[in-house]
Every structure is written in structure tokens, then in C-alpha cells.
């Protein structure tokens, strides 16, 4: 099987296709009914994603109030967070890409996976989806999600600024960084169960990172959930922290863009190559 590799100034033949870089902006796209549907695909999802996920939360913190061992614990709110991705990208990756997340639609934007608009609508269907999803649990559960903290995302006691910054911008280049690699067409061509697999990945990096930083930010890695939770739940905390939930994962996902699409595929010294031939 032939190899990605340099000869001098030239490449081996590839055995696999990379997709055209997408539009900055793509007017077309505007009149196609598969645009609309991908960004109520995203809108549902996230809803989904947040509704179960802060029930989980919710009910944890309610179970363990009275009993210490009681509720599914930390290991069992990563479960939850990380299946639901699992499960919603698996379902929606054909129809939208999956992304559920603002600072993936933002990572996958910078390496021109898509579009200025497309971006700019993923980001608002999937706030407006966990502003959505999180009413909903508010809605039926409105004591207990008062009662405890309604999911929110905050800098935990004891951590500084600079701490819970890091966490998000490490969380986030773990989890953008994975779908960058499980979505990869040279990896998909080489071996054929892997677009059937992505989702997993996918998910599981989602469950590893929020066991490590939930002690830290309660774990944000995704700026519609912290933004959809801090809405509904409306504290001065989860306001005066929202900053972190966004500049954190925005730098995390354009990090792992840069080394996934410059470092590891080589863009930067195959355009260097190219530019030479031409020249």
C-alpha cells in the first residue's frame, strides 16, 4: 500500500483522496435543503446531548446529598457525557458531521472542513440547543435544579484562573485533536472499519477528559454547554467563569487544528513543496 512520503521536492503516489478545502463562504449552500437539515441535526442534538447529560448531573448531586456512596458519581456524569456524544455523533455524522460542539465546529473551520456560514450556523443551532435542552430539565425538575446548581459550569474552589484556563485549552485539543484523527480521509481509505468506529473515539475522549477536569471547571470542553446551563440557570458565578468556557476550548481546537493539519499531515511543508515545483 502506497505512502504519504517526500521523494526530494515530490510525493509518492496516495491511496487516498483528500476532500477540497470548503469555501469561505459558499452562497450555494444557502439554497440547498441538506444545509437546513444539517443545522436542525445539530440544533436536536445538542438539546438531546444537554437534556441528558445535566439530568445526570442534576440527579447525581441530589442522590449524593443524603447519601455519600449514593448516585452515579463522577465515573458515571463522564459516562453519561461521553456515551451521549457516542451516541449523537454516530447518529447525526451523515447528515451534519456530528460536531455538537462550537469549539469542534471552530477547529474543523480554521483546517476549511467548512464554511464561514456553515460555522457561524452550527454555533448558533447548537447554543440554541442547549438553551433548549437545559429548559427542558429545568422544566421538569425545576426544584432540584435550583436547588443544585443547574449543571453549570464554574471554577471549582481552589483553583486559580490560569488552572481552570489550561484544563479547558488541554481538554479541548484532546477532544478536537480525536476527531481530527478519527475523521481522517488517509486513515479512512487505509482501513475501511474505521468510519464505522469514529463515533467511539470520539466519545471516549469526551469521557477521559471530563474525568480528569471535572474536579477543576466541572469540565466545560464545549462552549454551548456551559453557555446553554449558564441561561437557564442564570448565577452570577457561572457569568463571571463563562469567559473561561469559551477562550479556553476556541484555543484548544485551533491548537489541535494547527498540529494535526500543519504538523502531522504536513500541510505547511507540502505547500512549501508545491510552491517550489511551480516555481
Known sequence: MG????????????????????PLIDPEELGKWSFYRAIIAEFIATLLF???????????KSQSSTDQCGGVGILGIAWAFGGMIFVLVY??????????NPAVTFGLFLARKVSLVRAIMYIVAQCLGAICGCGLVKAFQKAYY???????????????TGT??????????V???TVFAATDPKRNARDSHVPVLAPLPIGF???????ATIPVTGTGINPARSFGAA??????????DQWIFWVGPFIGAAIAAFYHQFILRAGAVKALGSFRSNA
Open 50 to 60: 444537554l437534556y441528558i447529560t445535566v439530568l445526570t448531573v442534576i440527579g447525581y
Open 164 to 173: 481552570g484556563l489550561g484544563a479547558e485549552i488541554i481538554g479541548t485539543f
Open 231 to 240: 441561561v437557564i440557570y442564570g448565577d452570577n458565578k457561572a457569568w463571571d
Open 91 to 100: 447518529c447525526t455524522a451523515g447528515i451534519s458531521g456530528g460536531h455538537i
Open 175 to 177: 477532544l478536537v485533536y
Open 205 to 211: 475522549a469526551v469521557f477521559m477528559v471530563h474525568l
Open 146 to 160: 435550583v436547588k443544585y446548581g443547574g449543571g453549570a459550569n464554574t471554577l471549582n474552589d481552589g483553583y486559580s
Open 3 to 22: 505512502k504519504d512520503m517526500e521523494v526530494g521536492t515530490e510525493y509518492a503516489p496516495k491511496d487516498y483522496q483528500d476532500p477540497p478545502p470548503a
